[in-house]
């Protein structure tokens, strides 16, 4: 082995890694929070310590060499053991939990929680806005753990990763205050039967509730509304739903929203069974703070209790996402 190979930088590593991921220099800068330059420099120096080239760069676009791709796995390894190394000694990173969306509750308390129960260590939060686009990010090792319906990932994501369940979160109808449903205090389903609701259908990041929507509509006459423009960010949202004037499919907590009000859903009540979610084999000593801080939570606020009649998709019964 060579001196320098016997005394490898660990950032290079990294560096290397955000742009194998990423195949864009400015990207992967960003998600390390380091100058453009910088990023190049090592991952140059890296190239030079290897002996190997490990990008083919273009104006157009950066890809991987065979050296680059044989790399990918090793490189990936040796980071995990260093992590894993840190974390023995106490001297772990923050462990990175995405939360969906900043106004969603449940992953919120359960992070504030955790963090009250290991003050010692740093819990950071993410948001990755759905399960399958942090499910993809927890796989890649650039989040630890997130929140969402476990049984609605792809099976070769969920192969990946283990999970708990947490909650199941009754659903709700989002509605323009104007709207003739928006009198009654709750809704029962059977009332939307002719009604096109919005639930995120053509988002990549969030087809597991777009399933949910299509299983729980299925049969009762109510049409899963067509894709929208992907809106980035609250005011989008609320910017894009005002002007379609669709209903919107949402859990009880979800956030107000100006010119709208939300309605429960009754007869039967939906439940959208939410879990922690995190990559097989994760190894932190936030995690278990995390885990702890969830099964508290749930057990005081009675979060797998079912209402009598709460409906739950058979395909999140048989993968085990249901709490019996």
């Known amino acids: 082995m060579s001196a320098h190979l016997a005394h490898l930088d660990p950032r290079l590593l990294r560096a290397f890694l955000a742009v194998a991921e990423e195949l864009h220099f400015t990207r992967a800068a960003a998600r390390l929070y380091v100058a453009q330059q910088a990023l190049s420099r090592d991952v ?3 190239e030079r310590e290897l002996g190997a080239e490990l990008f083919v760069r273009t104006t157009r676009q950066v890809t991987l060499t065979g050296d680059g791709e044989r790399l990918v796995p090793y490189a990936r390894r040796a980071l995990q053991a260093q992590d894993d190394l840190l974390a023995a000694f106490g001297q772990a990173r923050p462990l990175l939990v995405d ?24 819990l950071m939060a993410r948001y990755e806005s759905g399960l399958t686009g942090a499910a993809g990010e927890i796989v890649a090792g650039r989040l630890d753990a997130s929140f969402g319906r476990f049984a609605g990932l792809d099976p070769a994501l969920r ?7 947490v909650r199941y979160e009754p659903m709700a109808i989002l509605l323009p205050e104007d709207h003739p449903l928006a009198e009654l205090e709750q809704i029962p389903l059977a009332v939307l039967t002719g009604e096109t609701v919005y639930a995120g259908a053509g988002n990549p990041r969030t087809p597991e509730w ?19 423009p992907l809106a980035v960010g609250d005011e989008e949202f609320q ?27 009754t007869d039967p009540v939906p439940l959208s069974p939410v879990s922690l979610v995190w990559r097989k084999g994760l190894v932190h000593p936030a995690f278990d703070a995390l885990r702890r801080a969830a099964a508290q939570i749930t057990a005081e ?9 709460g409906w739950i998709p058979a395909i999140d019964l048989a993968t085990g996402s249901v709490h019996n």
């Open 44 to 46: 140059r120096r890296l």
């Open 99 to 122: 939360l969906n969306s900043p106004g969603l509750v449940t992953g919120r308390r359960i992070l504030h929680r955790a963090r009250e129960l290991a003050p010692e260590h740093e």
């Open 159 to 165: 192969a990946g990763l283990d999970h708990q369940p």
């Open 210 to 228: 777009t399933d949910l929507a299509h299983r729980l509509f299925d049969g009762r006459g109510i049409e899963v509304a067509p894709p929208a």
């Open 239 to 265: 910017r894009i739903m005002a002007k379609m004037r669709n209903l919107v499919l949402v859990v009880i907590d979800f956030p107000a929203m100006p010119g709208t009000v939300l309605r429960p859903l």
């Open 301 to 309: 606020e009675s979060w797998l209790v079912r209402p009598a009649g």
